[in-house]
Structure formats: structure tokens, C-alpha cells
């Protein structure tokens, strides 16, 4: 059993973040938010993939008030993303975010930051701290002689810090890197003094195969050390991958539902079927229940109903002909043909 570290909770929108609350799926928008249909529709897929949370770029005015004609048309929680320009951060809470990601080391001053804490707190609207390897500050940069573990949680920190300094706690902390052993330990540090939720993620993860991997490396760890209260898997592609992949993650480890989990054999020299072709089918048909129940495709008649006895429904395929298999029991034979369509007829009659 993970053993989560307790944090404070933080309200984004309707969606609770720490405080031993469920671990909440993020993502990212990847359309220009001045783009207002684009922007709203892919949120809406978002949302129907899982997503709690989705994060729009705000690079400028054009952006700040499109995000709030985006924000009516919205269900789901928005947070914006802000960078450079204090202005942006608080026209983006003007127009209605439920949360902002700055880093305020290039928001500038305190003068400034204050400005943005100031409406934060009037708004009660919560702050993102984000800290990343590639802007990392160069004092922290000439101390470590590069970018670090050490560098990564003391600028983090030192940020959460300043806007505490100024009254304000509804903080949500995130330091992320490309390095996943450095992202670990970076976390590591910064959990043994920070009260507030943590938000992980391994940054510039790479493509859906290569990043989905090693996003899970690394969140993999930091889950089972009971560390996280908000995720975001980054990948480049469309962002609806990111929930998916996020979800299984979370669901592989106890700590969230994913829906139905299917489960396939590799093959081997024994398999007389197509089975990749009928597995991916099998992902793609059970993608449209909602159901907590687990589901094996496997490739062999012989060792199929044993492979697939922990499972709720299973299919075993042999030469032309298959098994429809229940509760480890086998109750049907069928031709291969007709597999994926039994299959079906069982989900969509499903009483557990």
C-alpha cells in the first residue's frame, strides 16, 4: 500500500488539490488559446478522456481575453500559464482562471509579484510555483555548476517562500526536469520541509511512446514514495494521449480507476490469430464503458482460460475459432469471427 505525504489543500476550482485528496489528471492545451473554438472543443475531448484540470498558454491580451470567453464555455477547471508579463497574470485572473502557473523569478520584483499575490488573494485563486531545468536561475546555476537536484528545490522553495512572505499560502509547488533521477530526488528534497500539494511531472518527456515511458519512470517512483497530489504526463501529441496515459499510471498503481483494464498475452509461436490486431480492437471497444472490471485477450486456446482465470471477461483465440471466457469459467465456443462481438454483447449486459 503507497502511504501518501499529507499536504494542504488546495482549491482549483471545484476540483480539490492535497489534503489526501484523489491525485488529479492534468493536461495542456496545445491549440492557440486566442483560437476560442479550437481551444473549448479540445478541452471538451480533455474532459470526456478523464482529464480534472486543463492549463491554457496566456502569451499575451489577445490570449488573457480569449481565455475568459473560454472559461464560460468550459466545465472543467482552467488554469493559466503565465510567463514574463505580471499583467497577463492578473488579466487571466480577472477573466476568470481558476489557478495560475508563474514562475516568479521572471515575473520580476516583488512589487510586482505582489501585484499578482494581491489578486490572487482577492480572487481566491490559487498560485502554481513552476520551476524547471531549463530556467533554472544562474545563481543556482554558478553554485551547483549546473543545473541540479539542489538548485531545482532551492529556487522552488525560495519562490514559495516570497509569496508566503507577502500573505499568501494557496500555493501548489512544481519542479520538473528532462533528467528523471534528478526530478526524484529534486522532489525528495523539497518534501522534507514543503506543506503545500505537489505537482510532478517529468518536462520535455518527448513523443507518445518515448515520453509515456519515461514520464512513468520517474512519476513512478515519486507515486510510490507518496508523493504527488497533481500530475501532468507531457508528451507531444495530441494532449488526449497524455490523460489516457496518466490514468493508466495512476489506475497501475491502486491509486485511481481507469475504467476497464485490458490485459493481452505477447504471443508467441503458438498463436494462430491475429492477436495485435484483436487486442487493439478490444482497447478501442472497452474505451467506450464505464466499467471497473478487468478484461484478457489472449492468443492461445490451450492456456488461454487459465491465463485469463483472474479477469472478469476474457477471449482466448485458436485457428479459426475462439473462447469466450467469464469469471475464469469458459461459456462459449465461437468462431473466431464472432469474438469481438460477444465480447461486446457481454459488456453491454454486464451486472459484475
Known amino acids: 500500500m503507497i502511504t501518501r505525504k499529507q499536504t494542504r489543500k488546495v482549491m482549483v476550482g471545484s476540483v480539490p488539490v492535497g489534503g489526501g485528496s484523489p491525485i488529479s489528471i492534468q493536461s495542456m492545451t496545445n491549440t492557440r488559446t486566442q483560437?476560442?473554438?479550437?481551444?473549448?472543443?479540445?478541452?471538451?475531448?480533455?474532459?470526456?478522456?478523464?482529464?480534472?484540470?486543463?492549463?491554457?498558454?496566456?502569451?499575451?491580451?489577445?490570449?488573457?481575453?480569449?481565455?475568459?470567453?473560454?472559461?464560460?464555455?468550459?466545465?472543467?477547471?482552467?488554469?493559466?500559464?503565465?510567463?514574463?508579463?505580471?499583467?497577463?497574470?492578473?488579466?487571466?485572473?480577472?477573466?476568470?482562471?481558476?489557478?495560475?502557473?508563474?514562475?516568479?523569478?521572471?515575473?520580476?520584483?516583488?512589487?510586482?509579484?505582489?501585484?499578482?499575490?494581491?489578486?490572487?488573494?482577492?480572487?481566491?485563486?490559487?498560485?502554481?510555483?513552476?520551476?524547471?531545468?531549463?530556467?533554472?536561475?544562474?545563481?543556482?546555476?554558478s553554485r551547483?555548476?549546473?543545473?541540479?537536484?539542489?538548485?531545482?528545490?532551492?529556487?522552488?522553495?525560495?519562490?514559495?517562500?516570497?509569496?508566503?512572505?507577502?500573505?499568501?499560502?494557496?500555493?501548489?509547488v512544481s519542479v520538473k526536469s528532462t533528467d528523471v533521477p534528478m526530478c526524484i530526488k529534486a522532489h525528495e528534497i523539497i518534501a522534507q520541509t514543503c506543506p503545500y500539494p505537489?505537482?510532478?511531472?517529468?518536462?520535455?518527456?518527448?513523443?507518445?511512446?518515448?515520453?509515456?515511458?519515461?514520464?512513468?519512470?520517474?512519476?513512478?517512483?515519486?507515486?510510490?514514495?507518496?508523493?504527488?497530489?497533481?500530475?501532468?504526463?507531457?508528451?507531444t501529441g495530441d494532449p488526449v494521449r497524455e490523460v489516457q496515459a496518466a490514468k493508466l499510471l495512476l489506475s497501475s498503481l491502486g491509486l485511481g480507476k481507469s475504467g476497464i483494464e485490458v490485459v493481452s498475452c505477447p504471443t508467441c509461436g503458438r498463436t494462430q490469430i491475429d492477436l495485435i490486431g484483436l487486442a487493439e480492437q478490444v482497447e478501442t471497444l472497452t474505451a467506450g464503458y464505464d466499467l471497473?472490471?478487468?478484461?484478457?485477450?489472449?492468443?492461445?486456446?490451450?492456456?488461454?482460460?487459465?491465463?485469463?482465470?483472474?479477469?472478469d471477461l476474457g477471449i482466448a483465440g485458436g485457428k479459426g475459432e475462439g473462447l469466450l471466457i467469464k469469471k475464469g469459467e469458459i461459456i462459449k465456443k465461437l468462431p473466431e469471427s464472432e469474438l469481438l462481438s460477444a465480447l461486446k454483447n457481454e459488456l453491454d449486459h454486464w451486472k459484475g
Not at 476560442?36 to 489577445?62: F, H, K, M, W, Y
Not at 488554469?79 to 488579466?91: C, E, G, P, S, T
Not at 510586482?112 to 498560485?127: D, Q
Not at 529556487?155 to 507577502?166: D, F, P, T, V, Y
Request: proline share 3%; with cysteine; hydrophobic share 45%.
Open 35 to 141: 483560437d476560442v473554438q479550437s481551444s473549448v472543443e479540445q478541452i471538451n475531448r480533455l474532459q470526456e478522456a478523464g482529464c480534472d484540470i486543463v492549463r491554457l498558454a496566456v502569451p499575451d491580451q489577445e490570449a488573457a481575453k480569449a481565455f475568459g470567453l473560454i472559461k464560460n464555455k468550459a466545465d472543467v477547471p482552467l488554469v493559466a500559464d503565465i510567463h514574463f508579463d505580471w499583467k497577463l497574470a492578473v488579466a487571466a485572473i480577472e477573466a476568470g482562471a481558476d489557478a495560475i502557473r508563474i514562475n516568479p523569478g521572471n515575473i520580476g520584483d516583488d512589487s510586482r509579484l505582489g501585484r499578482v499575490v494581491e489578486k490572487a488573494k482577492a480572487y481566491k485563486v490559487p498560485i502554481r510555483v513552476g520551476v524547471n531545468s531549463g530556467s533554472l536561475e544562474q545563481r543556482y546555476l
Open 144 to 172: 551547483d555548476g549546473g543545473v541540479s537536484a539542489e538548485g531545482l528545490a532551492d529556487s522552488a522553495l525560495e519562490k514559495a517562500a516570497r509569496i508566503e512572505q507577502m500573505g499568501y499560502n494557496q500555493i501548489v
Open 198 to 235: 505537489l505537482h510532478i511531472g517529468i518536462t520535455e518527456a518527448g513523443t507518445v511512446f518515448r515520453g509515456a515511458i519515461k514520464s512513468s519512470a520517474g512519476l513512478g517512483v515519486l507515486l510510490w514514495k507518496g508523493l504527488g497530489d497533481t500530475l501532468r504526463i507531457s508528451l
Open 292 to 311: 471497473d472490471i478487468k478484461v484478457a485477450v489472449m492468443g492461445c486456446v490451450v492456456n488461454g482460460p487459465g491465463e485469463a482465470k483472474e479477469a
